[in-house]
């Protein structure tokens, strides 16, 4: 049974900063696609960041430059830093894993999901 917790959301004001960290517990954390997703209300989910078993990672268009994704597989746990955040980057943030398949940025290819965390940056 995978579980993923995430933590460090809050509020923030724009360009400024803000890590999310993810808790995996429940299965070889390592030999997983691992990523972030993000839910704004109204909108659909879509995938933020994602980084495969072997380190290598693709980013959203939106975000590319600014967040970073990275593993540590000792701690088994998945983070995400938010550097110059803007008000559009503001959702829900969840951390999900994929069991099998291409690790790429598709909600609907993930197996498992955390709960999420609040992310809010004001103009």
């Known amino acids: 049974q995978v579980q993923l917790v995430e933590s460090g959301g809050g509020s923030v004001q724009a360009g400024g900063s803000l890590r999310l960290s993810c808790a995996a517990s429940?299965?070889?954390?390592?030999?997983?696609?691992m990523g972030w997703f993000r839910q704004a209300p109204g909108k659909e989910r879509e995938g933020v960041a994602v980084?495969?078993?072997?380190?290598?990672?693709s980013y959203a268009d939106s975000v590319e430059g600014r967040f970073t994704i990275t593993k540590d597989n000792a701690m088994n746990t998945l983070y995400l830093q938010m550097n110059s955040l803007k008000p559009e980057d503001t959702a829900m943030y969840y951390c999900?894993?994929?069991?099998?398949?291409?690790?790429?940025?598709?909600?609907?290819?993930?197996?498992?999901w955390g709960q999420g965390t609040q992310v809010t940056v004001s103009a």
């Open positions: 999900a894993a994929s069991y099998a398949g291409p690790c790429r940025l598709d909600p609907h290819a993930m197996s498992a």
């Open positions: 429940g299965y070889t954390y390592s030999s997983y696609c």
């Open positions: 980084i495969d078993s072997d380190g290598f990672t």
